[in-house]
């Protein structure tokens, strides 16, 4: 199952471009992402037939066309996936997975609770008051890809313009944080993330 961080207007082009066998959902409140994690995108849980995460939530690029920006190697990703379908191998021990799991802090539910206030008021056309929660979000939670660069577009902002390579740039220099708990593993050794 897929799910778009993203208004529908914005996902509708790229799910009926990708033409999916499988479910997508769209959903611009980000609860999913809250409820699992997610503080980047794209961002994969696995979830096994009795509902237990069985590997949190972490980046899972689906290809390598943005590795030398990520420093993230796809095929680590595709060969834990296959492992796991075709062997029932998971990657983490079931006390690992429950340690590496994103827990929410104060600061972060109240970014998400005003960036989804911030998302409905510019819904609604007011983009004056929306962009004091956006702010809020922001500061809140610096680091939350989901709620920074997420709210780019919402915000008049270009999540491919300058605005967010400077996020990228302050990101890298604060030691890229909340990048995910796979994060070295599945680094190539010569990418960076400069």
Request: charged fraction near 25%; aromatic fraction near 10%.
């Amino acid at each position: 199952m897929a799910v778009a961080l993203d208004e529908l207007d914005a996902a509708r082009e790229w799910v009926e471009a990708a033409n999916p066998s499988y479910p997508c959902v769209i959903d611009p409140n980000h609860v999913v992402a809250q409820r699992y994690g997610f503080i980047n995108v794209p961002s994969a849980v696995w979830i096994d037939e009795n509902d237990r995460i069985v590997r949190p939530a972490d980046i899972t690029p689906v290809n390598d066309l943005f590795k030398d920006f990520t420093g993230i190697d796809s095929n680590v990703h595709h060969e834990q996936l296959r492992a796991w379908v075709k062997d029932g191998v998971v990657p983490l021990p079931v006390e690992e997975v429950a340690a590496l799991q994103h827990i929410p802090t104060e600061a972060d539910e109240l970014a998400r609770l005003h960036r989804r206030i911030a998302a409905q008021l510019h819904r609604n056309g007011n983009d004056e008051a929306a962009a004091s929660h956006f702010d809020a979000a922001r500061k809140l939670a610096p680091w939350d890809w989901a709620i920074n660069r997420g709210s780019m577009p919402l915000s008049g902002g270009d999540p491919f313009g300058q605005e967010f390579f400077d996020y990228v740039q302050a990101w890298n220099e604060n030691g890229a944080p909340g990048y995910g708990w796979g994060n070295s593993a599945m680094r190539s050794d010569n990418a960076t993330t400069d």
